[in-house]
């Protein structure tokens, strides 16, 4: 069975960081492009970053180059999102998957709630 459970969502201050993880099970993630998505109240389900399966290639949405930072590891079956410098705009329940289309729920885990308020 296809799984992905995401963690590390928090509440933090504007400015504040997290570092968001998600552990994959019941299909090894080497072969597969990975993705981080967020649905938040202004944008709904949006793509904030991919990485490709041996980590040679990695992307962003223009809103979280520079603060954000994907990484995997292989052999742990695991993905990360390391955020900094986190903004208000940021709030939202964050969401890995095994797909390009993680707008069908099949494709993503439960996600992980970012809320940032002062």
């Known amino acids: 069975q296809v799984q992905l459970v995401e963690s590390g969502g928090d509440l933090v201050h504007p400015g504040g960081s997290l570092k968001l993880s998600c552990v994959a099970s019941g299909f090894n993630i080497t072969t597969w492009w990975m993705y981080w998505a967020r649905q938040t109240p202004g944008k709904g389900l949006e793509w904030v970053s991919r990485i490709s399966p041996y980590s040679r290639q990695k992307g962003y949405t223009d809103s979280v180059k520079g603060r954000f930072t994907i990484s995997r590891d292989n052999v742990k079956n695991t993905l990360s999102l390391e955020m900094k410098n986190l903004k208000s705009e940021d709030a939202g329940i964050y969401y890995c998957?095994?797909?390009?289309?993680?707008?069908?729920?099949?494709?993503r885990g439960q996600g992980t709630q970012v809320s940032v308020s002062s």
């Open positions: 998957s095994k797909s390009a289309n993680f707008y069908d729920p099949l494709n």
